[in-house]
């Protein structure tokens, strides 16, 4: 059965960075996107990040493109997201996901597998 545990969260500064990981297990991960959605209270669920098994197609949201950074390590089957320069507005509950093929897509309902999430609050 395929777990996704998601760590990193925290309260920071405005302008301060943090570093979310998830580590995938119960399954095979070789041609699985992996990426990053958020959620903050009375907003819908959207896309954060996602990168592909090679590391080399990934995608960001605009809001968050020049500040935040993707990775995942395949040995490990875990995926990483640097977050510097934090903002109030990035503060929500984050989920690490995983496509278990395919194309980066931002829909989550292409997402099968979800963690449990990780808060991150932001103060100005």
């Known amino acids: 059965q395929v777990q996704l545990v998601d760590s990193g969260g925290g309260l920071v500064q405005a302008g301060d960075s943090l570093r979310l990981s998830c580590v995938a297990s119960?399954?095979?991960?070789?041609?699985?996107?992996m990426g990053w959605f958020r959620q903050a209270p009375g907003l819908e669920r959207e896309f954060v990040a996602a990168?592909?098994?090679?590391?080399?197609?990934?995608d960001y949201r605009k809001s968050v493109k020049g500040r935040f950074t993707i990775s995942r390590d395949n040995v490990k089957n875990t995926v990483y997201l640097q977050m510097n320069s934090l903002k109030p507005e990035d503060s929500a509950v984050y989920y690490c996901?995983?496509?278990?093929?395919?194309?980066?897509?931002?829909?989550?309902?292409?997402?099968?597998?979800w963690g449990q999430g990780t808060q991150v609050t932001v103060s100005s």
């Open positions: 996901v995983v496509k278990v093929n395919g194309i980066i897509v931002r829909n989550p309902r292409e997402y099968k597998y």
């Open positions: 990168i592909d098994w090679s590391g080399g197609d990934v």
């Open positions: 119960g399954g095979t991960f070789n041609a699985a996107i």
